[in-house]
């Protein structure tokens, strides 16, 4: 079947794509022909004029961790005079904000301390609850709950039922960055590996938590390492419907952001390639939609492409514009300088790619 004739069966939802024929469009079918196909499919999926936004704020509770990831510039080690655990004032305070500019949810996200008891978290989840009822907490990351775990000698589903407990609403999918294990050991040895996140997702899953996958391109990887993760999120979502009812609501992509660690440790390998441009990423952003036929929603990044690229992308298979991010650290830290961005400035960009803006919570409801 050529590229043409396998699009379209895609689009209709006749066929699904193998890992061979991921990278084989990858590498020879036409931008245009792929944006013209995940567009089918978003507008079979979601229909044709609405593109959906949220606004929240990323709170990062503490920036220590002990993984050392060598793309990340937010950590610090135990004991750096930058390193700090945040206090219950100004985590208060930050929710309040968010509240103010009329946000419905809170991502909790920090590194893999290694002092903190699952009584911190606990504590932390259920005085945001109690405080700020109305607020949607999507906390943590496979590999925090994975941590949490193995301080705790839990097993993750042991754990993601204290903390939903607490008050714990969503997993997100951070922490991914490529399920591929091959990557995985090179750029983050000491972080969960792809079986145990995904099993973490699973596990989520079994509790009816709200959750999200994700990819970071640009460690230098092949095409076939890429949709060898797309592959696992996918059989893993096939999995947690026939089993659980539920999944992964959605997915987003975003290139590397990296300004030294990174650069430094693999810059300088012959034939190496950092990050993603425009149209590398408008041809992953649509292939990840048609790869991807299980899950519903697609996220544009405009963090890390800006808001004219991520507008893009909503012809090339995404229906989310994500959200207006009041706050964030970790990609910012790596260099981004799209670092934030008003309700009002989502909404022209959306209308002004030609769509419909509509604001959502976190289960993609209309609010």
């Given at each position: 079947?050529?590229?043409?004739?396998?699009?379209?069966?895609?689009?209709?939802?006749?066929?699904?794509?193998?890992?061979?024929?991921?990278?084989?469009?990858?590498?020879?079918?036409?931008?245009?022909?792929?944006?013209?196909a995940a567009n089918r499919?978003?507008?079979?999926?979601?229909?044709?004029?609405?593109?959906?936004?949220?606004?929240?704020?990323?709170?990062?509770?503490?920036?220590?961790?002990?993984?050392?990831?060598?793309?990340?510039?937010?950590?610090?080690?135990?004991?750096?005079?930058?390193?700090?655990?945040?206090?219950?004032?100004?985590?208060?305070?930050?929710?309040?904000?968010?509240?103010?500019?009329?946000g419905t949810r809170i991502?909790?996200?920090?590194?893999?301390?290694?002092?903190?008891?699952?009584?911190?978290?606990?504590?932390?989840?259920?005085?945001?609850?109690?405080?700020?009822?109305?607020?949607?907490?999507?906390?943590?990351?496979?590999?925090?709950?994975?941590?949490?775990?193995?301080?705790?000698?839990?097993?993750?589903?042991?754990?993601?039922?204290?903390?939903?407990?607490?008050?714990?609403?969503?997993?997100?999918?951070?922490?991914?960055?490529?399920?591929?294990?091959?990557?995985?050991?090179?750029?983050?040895?000491?972080?969960?590996?792809?079986?145990?996140?995904?099993?973490?997702?699973?596990?989520?899953?079994?509790?009816?938590?709200?959750?999200?996958?994700?990819?970071?391109?640009?460690?230098?990887?092949?095409?076939?390492?890429?949709?060898?993760?797309?592959?696992?999120?996918?059989?893993?979502?096939?999995?947690?419907?026939?089993?659980?009812?539920?999944?992964?609501?959605?997915?987003?992509?975003?290139?590397?952001?990296?300004?030294?660690?990174?650069?430094?440790?693999?810059?300088?390998?012959?034939?190496?390639?950092?990050?993603?441009?425009?149209?590398?990423?408008?041809?992953?952003?649509?292939?990840?939609?048609?790869?991807?036929?299980?899950?519903?929603?697609?996220?544009?990044?405009?963090?890390?492409?800006?808001?004219?690229?991520?507008?893009?992308?909503?012809?090339?298979?995404?229906?989310?514009?994500?959200?207006?991010?009041?706050?964030?650290?970790?990609?910012?830290?790596?260099?981004?300088?799209?670092?934030?961005?008003?309700?009002?400035?989502?909404?022209?960009?959306?209308?002004?790619?030609?769509?419909?803006?509509?604001?959502?919570?976190?289960?993609?409801?209309?609010?």
């Open positions: 079947m050529n590229d043409l004739d396998l699009l379209d069966a895609v689009a209709v939802g006749d066929e699904r794509l193998s890992i061979a024929d991921g990278v084989r469009l990858f590498e020879s079918a036409q931008l245009e022909d792929l944006g013209h499919v978003r507008q079979r999926l979601n229909g044709d004029r609405v593109v959906t936004y949220l606004v929240d704020r990323n709170v990062n509770y503490t920036n220590v961790c002990i993984t050392d990831c060598k793309f990340c510039e937010f950590y610090r080690p135990p004991g750096h005079e930058e390193s700090y655990v945040i206090s219950e004032e100004l985590l208060y305070q930050k929710v309040q904000e968010t509240l103010d500019l009329g991502l909790l996200q920090g590194g893999h301390h290694p002092d903190l008891k699952i009584d911190f978290y606990v504590n932390m989840l259920r005085g945001l609850k109690n405080k700020f009822p109305q607020i949607e907490l999507n906390a943590f990351s496979p590999p925090e709950i994975a941590h949490i775990a193995d301080v705790e000698k839990k097993s993750c589903l042991e754990v993601l039922e204290i903390l939903k407990d607490a008050g714990m609403d969503g997993l997100p999918g951070g922490g991914g960055e490529i399920l591929d294990d091959e990557i995985r050991n090179r750029v983050s040895p000491k972080k969960l590996k792809t079986d145990p996140w995904l099993s973490c997702m699973l596990d989520a899953h079994s509790l009816g938590m709200v959750t999200s996958a994700s990819q970071v391109i640009g460690f230098g990887e092949d095409p076939r390492h890429r949709f060898n993760a797309l592959e696992s999120i996918r059989s893993t979502q096939d999995k947690s419907l026939a089993v659980h009812g539920c999944g992964f609501l959605s997915f987003v992509m975003w290139p590397l952001q990296f300004e030294s660690r990174y650069g430094e440790v693999f810059g300088g390998r012959k034939g190496v390639k950092l990050g993603a441009e425009r149209n590398e990423y408008l041809r992953h952003t649509a292939l990840s939609r048609l790869y991807l036929d299980n899950i519903r929603h697609i996220g544009a990044s405009w963090p890390t492409m800006g808001p004219e690229i991520a507008a893009e992308a909503l012809v090339f298979g995404a229906d989310d514009f994500g959200s207006t991010m009041i706050e964030e650290n970790v990609v910012s830290s790596a260099g981004s300088t799209n670092e934030s961005m008003t309700e009002g400035a989502i909404r022209s960009h959306i209308q002004s790619a030609g769509f419909s803006p509509q604001k959502r919570d976190t289960n993609y409801e209309s609010v």
